[in-house]
Structure formats: structure tokens, C-alpha cells
């Protein structure tokens, strides 16, 4: 069974540049979400999708943040334009269900200099 | 509003010892407790998870309790190996509207020669 794809793993921008985000969940997983991990903290939820409809977004920076997950598949998270504080690791997850175990993609990690 | 708090923040335990992590949460409709290991430079991945109708699940040196009533749970070592080193996350489950994921901020554990 392949695992959550996501691409690029490493971008590297200047501040007040765009950047997007590509996920490919495991097939069959309904639940989607994207995090963001800041060196040495935990995962912070942005969003989370269950099939295309946004379940939660309270933590996501809707100035500047916006995420789709067209037909209910693969998603893409966007920024723009991006702040030096965007640095961190962007996570995507899947999951057949919320209160089911989570598969981790390998991460983009994101430098804004 | 919905919390988790993650107790302490490092750990460091001789190899062969045990080791607790204890979290908090804020609401008492959370009814999934899953326990992440993130190993250095990797993502995240379930070590074990309970549900709210049982107080203790073990899984050969891993073990999880769950208090409702106190609303905490812990996760529990034995026997602690050098490969065990890694950062642990809890998260929980906060259901209402739409069923969303926490996670606490992370412990990390250092094993000691």
C-alpha cells in the first residue's frame, strides 16, 4: 500500500513570495489534514478535510493560507505571500476515519528567508 | 476551549528504566487518545491509542492509562531501550460539530547509556 505522497520535500523562497503544497493521501482515506511543525514543537493542525469539505480551519491563516482538496483526493496547501515566521516542516496526514490512526507524509520542509 | 497539555517537555532516563508522560485535556467529550513517536528528521507515526471505554491498553513495553473522571492519560515505558529516544506526542479527540485532533506540544526523550 503506498503511504501519503507530498512534494516538494524542501522549498526554499524569499519573504512575500507564493508557495503551494501538494498532498496525495493514502486512496480510500476520507480524512485529510496539513500541519505545520515549527522546530521543536508539535504538529499544528491548519486543516482538516473529511472527503472535500473543511471540517476544521480555526488555526489557519486565512490572510494569507488557503487549502482545496479537489474531488475529495489529493490536496494542495498554499501561502502567499509567505512571512519569515512560515518556516517550519508543512506535515500532511491521512486517516479512514477522524478517531482512526494517522499516516504521516514525509513532510515539505520550508525555509523563508 | 479545547486543550491538550503535555507533561514535561524532557525527559531523560537511564537505559532499562521506565519512563511516564502524562496529559491533560480540557474537554470531557474526547473519546480518542492516540500516542505519536517522532523519531529525529522523521515524521510522525502511531506507537499505540486508546478508546474512552477501557482504562489501560498495552502493547508488549508500551502502555497507555486513562483516567476520564481526572481527564488525563499517560503513556508508560518499560525496560527503555537506546532506539527509544525520540519525541512523543499525545493528542486527543474532540468530538461536537466536527470531530477534530489536538496534540499536546511533545516530551522528548533522551535514554541514557
Known amino acids: 500500500e503506498a503511504g501519503v505522497a507530498q512534494s516538494p520535500r524542501y522549498k526554499i523562497i524569499e519573504k512575500r513570495q507564493s508557495v503551494a503544497f501538494w498532498c496525495n493521501p493514502i486512496s480510500g482515506h476520507a480524512t485529510l489534514y496539513w500541519y505545520q511543525q515549527i522546530l521543536g514543537q508539535g504538529p499544528k493542525l491548519l486543516i482538516q478535510f473529511q472527503n472535500n469539505g473543511v471540517v476544521d480551519d480555526s488555526q489557519l491563516p486565512k490572510d494569507r493560507f488557503s487549502a482545496e482538496r479537489l474531488k475529495g483526493v489529493d490536496s494542495t496547501l498554499k501561502i502567499q505571500p509567505a512571512k519569515l515566521e512560515d518556516s517550519a516542516v508543512y506535515l500532511c496526514?491521512?486517516?479512514?476515519?477522524?478517531?482512526?490512526?494517522?499516516?504521516f507524509g514525509p513532510g515539505t520542509r520550508l525555509t523563508v528567508t | 476551549g479545547e486543550n491538550v497539555e503535555q507533561h514535561p517537555s524532557t525527559l531523560s532516563v537511564q537505559e532499562g528504566d521506565s519512563a511516564v508522560i502524562k496529559c491533560t485535556y480540557s474537554?470531557?467529550?474526547?473519546?480518542?487518545f492516540p500516542w505519536y513517536k517522532q523519531e529525529l528528521g522523521k515524521r510522525p507515526q502511531l506507537i499505540i491509542d486508546i478508546r474512552s471505554n477501557v482504562g489501560e491498553k498495552k502493547d508488549q513495553r508500551i502502555a497507555v492509562t486513562l483516567n476520564k473522571t481526572a481527564k488525563h492519560f499517560s503513556l508508560h515505558i518499560t525496560e527503555t531501550q537506546p532506539e527509544d529516544s525520540a519525541v512523543y506526542f499525545c493528542a486527543a479527540l474532540f468530538g461536537g460539530r466536527d470531530d477534530k485532533i489536538i496534540f499536546g506540544k511533545g516530551t522528548r526523550l533522551h535514554i541514557l547509556p
Open positions: 474537554d470531557s467529550a474526547s473519546n480518542y
Open positions: 496526514a491521512s486517516s479512514p476515519t477522524p478517531d482512526s490512526e494517522q499516516y
